[in-house]
């Protein structure tokens, strides 16, 4: 209310002290002085919603409460719960954002219920090929790696990328005798089985087989139309102000030629900067990175003073559907405001907020 009181009053004198042609032009520059005023105004006036704050995503895609037994719904609540609650005792000791990320992002990647980790979806060669980043705020430091077989939590192996490599992203080989040198848990390949994710991938491919005339159309029936993406992230804001955002996945079932998406590539899957927002994406990767989703709701924010919300729901709601894409994304904002936006029929997701309040959703009601 005060913020618009502020513009509508430079507006209206600016109106009544107006007499000629020049004038006129001044008052449309003075307009915009007044918007530029307000937006800077929101920002020093916005008052922080929670000290500290967690959000979380365990995948959006086709999920829908008739398809689903009660059995699995309460098995995805009870795994979203035990994780967010990993973060939040986290920040609720003082500790730091990147830690919650990270250690959230963790009970998410060991459970098969999640495609990450444990539990990761299958390549067309029948491979496990995983792809993590982490981001911090504070520094802008970023981590990713891509495309390993070996390395048991990817979201492990981003942090150390960040933290004690030169570099941003390490891709397959290389990025695995990194993880080994820095002493991560290594595992054998076949640690990343799961039935449902084979019959997925069998799935996949017969309908492929059938509708070969047309790969493009086939591949988004078979893998994008009824798929539940199932990526893992977490967003947090610590009691210091500072904001961090991580990112693990398996990527996309019947995935061919070493495809990367989103998930590891900073802006589009993951991005955090203290002065905005931290963001984590899941969806069809491939829009994501061109529409660089999390790092656009950053710069909507930035530039043109948007909320987080409304920022959101732009990228989310408008730009990436507009492209063809499908997908959502969980944040949190500086002043501890969170969203969860999502254009699919649903995604895992939960949120808790400074007082300990604690709220999971899967469908999109
Ligand atoms: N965004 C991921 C990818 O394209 C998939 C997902 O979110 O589940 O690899």
Known sequence: M???????LCVFLAIISCKNEDELKALSNSRQVAKDTLAISKDKIAIKTN???????????????????????AAYKLKLEEAIRVGYNILKNGGSSLDAVEKTINIMEDSPLFNAGKGAVFTN??????????MDGKTLNAGASAGTRTVKNPINLAKAVMD???????SGKGAETFAKEQGLEIVDTSYFYTESRM????RVKNYEKKK???AKTAFYDATIKNSKFGTVGCAALDKNGNLAAGTSTGGMTNKKWGRIGDA???????YANNNTCAVSSTGWGEFFIRAMVAHDISALMDYKGLTLKEAAQEVIQKKVPELGGDGGIIAVDKNGNMVMEFNTSGMYRATMNDKGELYIGIYND
């Open 264 to 270: 590891p590539i900073i802006g589009a899957g993951t």
């Open 2 to 8: 005060m913020k618009k009181g502020i513009y509508f």
């Open 164 to 170: 004690n490599s030169p570099h941003v992203m390490l």
């Open 51 to 73: 000290e500290f704050a967690i959000v979380i995503h365990g995948g959006a895609g086709t999920i829908l409460r008739e398809n689903m037994s009660a059995e699995d719904e």
């Open 212 to 214: 070969k005339a047309d």
């Open 125 to 134: 060669a029948g491979a496990n090929e995983l792809d993590a980043s982490i």
């Open 199 to 202: 019959k997925s991938l069998e």
